[in-house]
């Protein structure tokens, strides 16, 4: 199937995989272990798909010369042009069930994830518009069985967020919550204003991998850190107790500030989780903008300075600008209800790395 990349390097792969399985000592390593039969899994799913597909063609094949042939029984032949029926369809959804599965994993989708929301353009609008994101991320991470730790937070006297960090865990959180990086517009009639004028405000969004120790090295001498009394809401044992955190990584100039426990410590374990994570995502963002010279589309860039999607509530309409994408459905949409639109971000994404990888194997064939 010239449409089809090569299964040849998949199935080789994976007999040197079970090579490596079949070796008494794999199991020592109980980490390495599991990242391999991982690994082993997604490719026998490929080498499975293409195998149900190279069959769905060879019984189109066989179905279309029966039923071609003017000789054959009567009988067979109507069977034959009912089994044709949709056969191509079929076969086309199996070639693209193929394709994405080939598409080589990301290896920071099952990273637990940092979300960081902050309040733009808009004074208290704004503000209390990141108080509704954060409730819908908090709603649609419930939804999926998903764990919300709270990183640190600055409450506006409004009600809403200045800014808000949590650290959201569990299965495949990156892999589906990447696509929210970027600027967030609202639309709307704040409740205080008597003329009934719309209002537009901003929130950003950052989303994060987080980052393990392995991942960044950091030195001690490159860390400037700082304690101080927590300011603002967070009760008097906070307020009156040298807790805060303040880190400085002095060769980005990044500044990580984290309060909300009672507890020094934990106050600094959180602000290192934040501050690797975010030296991760730079060094993941380098390589982005190498790679992207040679991208056409940019739908998972998690760039923040990007206007990404807008929510305007007079109209009950939510639009995601990079696939123009318009939902109707907004009052739901900030309940948490998400999970078709990340779908469609992912088959927008998917659809774009398919193209590339069919470009490039024609380019090497070429």
């Known amino acids: 199937m010239n449409d089809i990349p090569d299964i040849g390097p998949f199935r080789k792969r994976i007999e040197g995989l079970n090579a490596k399985m079949a070796d008494p000592h794999f199991f020592e390593d109980q980490r390495k272990a599991a990242q391999i039969s991982r690994e082993h899994q997604s490719i026998s799913n490929i080498v499975q798909l293409y195998e149900e597909l190279e069959k769905m063609v060879k019984d189109a094949k066989a179905n279309e010369e029966l039923y071609l042939d003017t000789k054959a029984d009567p009988d067979l032949r109507a069977l034959a042009k009912e089994e044709l029926e949709g056969t191509a369809e079929r076969i086309a959804e199996q070639k693209k069930k193929v394709l994405v599965a080939m598409i080589p994993p990301d290896e920071s989708d099952s990273r637990n994830t940092i979300v960081e929301i902050r309040a733009g353009a808009g004074g208290d609008e704004a503000s209390l518009f990141a108080g509704v994101l954060y409730r819908m991320y908090a709603r649609y991470a419930e939804s999926r069985g998903w764990k919300i730790e709270l990183m640190n937070s600055s409450v506006s006297e409004c009600g809403g967020f200045k800014e808000v960090i949590f650290l959201v865990s569990g299965e495949n959180v990156y892999k589906s919550l990447r696509y929210e990086s970027g600027v967030h517009r609202v639309q709307r009639v704040p409740a205080t204003e008597a003329s009934g004028r719309i209002h537009t405000s901003t929130a950003t969004v950052a989303v994060l991998p987080e980052a393990e120790e392995v991942d960044v090295k ?19 044992g906070v307020n009156t107790t040298d807790s805060a955190v303040q880190i400085l990584h002095k060769p980005t100039g990044l500044m990580v500030y984290c309060a909300d426990e009672r507890s020094q410590q934990k106050n600094r374990i959180k602000a290192m989780t ?3 994570s975010r030296l991760l995502k730079a060094k993941e963002e380098e390589e982005r903008v190498k790679y992207a010279q040679h991208r056409r589309s940019q739908i998972g860039s998690g760039d923040r300075s990007e206007r990404i999607r807008t929510y305007n509530f007079p109209q009950n309409r939510l639009t995601d600008h990079r696939i123009n994408l318009t939902l109707h459905s907004l009052p739901t949409i900030i309940e948490g209800y998400i999970e078709d639109l990340i779908k469609a971000l992912q088959e927008a994404d998917y659809a774009e790395k398919v193209k590339e990888m069919m470009e490039t194997k024609d380019g090497d064939a070429a």
């Open 218 to 236: 950091i030195s001690p001498e490159e860390l400037e850190i700082s304690v101080c009394r927590a300011s603002g809401p967070g009760g008097q």
């Open 274 to 276: 934040v501050l690797r």
